[in-house]
């Protein structure tokens, strides 16, 4: 599977953007995706994740109520819109795909096997 994310920018606090990733190569209704960011000097951290069948959402505490992730597998397609932005969420983000795996794995990293290039967003205060 290819990912390949885009939309990122830069944005001031408060501000909106909408990452997207398209997936390709792959049976995209068969992978779980998520949303990873890496700031400067910090660990790559989950952000949310989408079950392949989209039953199931899980967001990070820290942007619970703000992000929204979707996906739409007509068209292949995994979203991430951001609303409310503040400068920690200043970051690379990245789209993931993993064949599905349990609930409990959905949060971390390595759990994921395929990895798009990364979009960066940028919040100024």
């Known amino acids: 599977v290819q990912l390949q994310a885009s939309g990122g920018g830069l944005v001031q606090a408060g501000g909106s953007l909408r990452l997207s990733c398209a997936a390709s190569?792959?049976?995209?209704?068969?992978?779980?995706m998520g949303w990873f960011r890496e700031a400067p000097g910090k660990e790559r951290e989950f952000v949310a994740a989408?079950?392949?069948?989209?039953?199931?959402?899980l967001y990070a505490d820290s942007v619970k109520g703000r992000f929204t992730i979707s996906r739409d597998n007509a068209k292949n397609m995994v979203y991430l819109q951001m609303n409310s932005l503040k400068p920690d969420d200043s970051a690379v983000y990245y789209c993931?795909?993993?064949?599905?795996?349990?609930?409990?794995?959905?949060?971390?990293?390595?759990?994921?096997?395929?990895w798009g290039q990364g979009t960066e967003v940028t919040v100024s205060s």
């Open positions: 989408k079950r392949w069948s989209g039953g199931t959402t």
């Open positions: 190569g792959g049976t995209f209704r068969d992978y779980d």
């Open positions: 993931a795909a993993t064949p599905r795996v349990a609930l409990s794995g959905l949060r971390s990293p390595a759990s994921y096997a395929y």
